[in-house]
């Protein structure tokens, strides 16, 4: 009788804990999304890509990952829906030699910084540098998500978000339909193992506190999509607040000069977005916001030093948009906090994983 009270003690405990493996209780705390180290992780990422440019140096970062076998790209979601939109995430996907990834586009914001610009661009020989896939058709955003998370295995799927919530929020709120009986909110939990945020401003360590009081974009942009899905999203969500990246800024050195072959669209790309946005050109030090959030969730392991995590705890946004955190020890939320020795590291990183010298 004692062994089999043992045993079920076991199971119980073995089976809480398969739940909780990402969230590591190790020195650092660190997120660990992968079943194995040699496992890909399934990821979908959604993104405004087409206002800012880190978004593009995000899908970068991700398509760089794919080749180290770190990840594996589901499909690409956006907020933005100018037409260019689409076109110009083909056309990178098509550049890392994964023309086939699926792309759907939401509802939100019209900005084209740079997409036309790429997709439009010519080589010496005349031909586009950049083309968009022949064929290629871009989904709506809420039916691809549902397709993807109803295919992928359970508690495996990891999704990135740097845009406004919309995208996510609708998706809690779809019924169920052809490609799964399952509610949105039922695929959420069933699904994904973790989202990964940009978004918000988190004050928690006193290096920050000037950041206390921040509307941070990606919030503001629809403050009630924000709002459910912080209160309503059934699982894990980490944020990487607007005052990471803000800290961590990109190399002009590097940016003039490593950016060579698939990298190059990366090159271009910048030089496009700086053209209509800076002064200073290939000189500008533009944050990596949205690069955090693909980093920290992409190498977890311990000792590289990128980033240790808040205690948990509850996020809201209030009408305005700013940040809200309550500690929480049955919270499943939480926030990357660096020192600047981490910011130092994290920086180093982004220049070895995105260019090409």
């Not at 992780?41 to 794919?66: K, M, Q, R, S, Y």
């Not at 005349?126 to 039916?143: D, Q, S, T």
């Not at 506190?209 to 999203?233: G, T």
């Not at 894990?236 to 002009?252: H, L």
Request: charged share 25%.
């Amino acid at each position: 009788m004692k062994h089999d009270r043992l045993a079920a003690a076991f199971l119980a405990l073995s089976t809480f804990f398969s739940f909780v493996t990402f969230v590591a209780a190790a020195e650092g705390d660190l997120l660990d999304v992968r079943d194995s180290v040699d496992a890909p992780i399934p990821v979908i990422f959604d993104t405004d890509i087409g206002g800012d440019i880190d978004d593009a140096f995000a899908l970068a970062l991700f398509h760089n990952f794919e080749t180290r076998g770190v990840c594996k790209l589901l499909g690409v979601t956006t907020t933005d829906v100018n037409p260019a939109v689409a076109g110009y995430v083909a056309a990178v996907n098509a550049n890392y030699g994964r023309p086939e990834i699926p792309v759907g586009v939401g509802v939100g914001r019209k900005d084209d910084s740079y997409l036309s610009g790429i997709t439009s661009q010519k080589d010496a020989s005349g031909a586009l540098e950049y083309p968009i896939p022949e064929g290629f058709k871009a989904r709506e955003a809420v039916p691809l998500l549902r397709e993807l998370l109803a295919a992928a295995e359970d508690r495996s799927v990891v999704i990135v978000q740097v845009g406004a919530c919309s995208n996510l929020a609708a998706l809690l709120d779809s019924p169920g339909d052809a490609t799964s009986p399952l509610t949105g909110r039922e695929l959420a939990e069933k699904k994904v193992r973790l989202v990964s945020v940009m978004g918000g401003a988190f004050a928690i360590d006193e290096s920050a506190a000037s950041y206390a009081k921040h509307r941070e974009w990606n919030i503001i942009c629809d403050v009630p999509a924000a709002q459910k899905l912080a209160r309503e999203w059934p699982g894990e969500i980490v944020f990487s607040g607007y005052e990471v990246g803000d800290r961590i800024r990109m190399n002009p050195v590097n940016l003039k000069n490593d950016y060579s072959g698939r990298s190059k669209i990366l090159h271009d790309s910048f030089g496009y977005w700086t053209a209509k946005n800076t002064k200073e050109g290939f000189d500008h030090r533009r944050p990596t916001w949205d690069l955090t959030a693909v980093l920290f969730v992409m190498r977890p392991e311990e000792g590289r030093g990128y980033y240790t995590l808040s205690e948990p705890g509850d996020v809201d946004f209030d009408d305005d948009g700013v940040t809200l955190f309550t500690p929480n020890p049955s919270g499943k939320r939480r926030c990357f906090l660096q020192d600047e020795a981490a910011r130092i590291r994290v920086g180093e990183a982004f220049v070895n994983l995105c260019s090409e010298p």
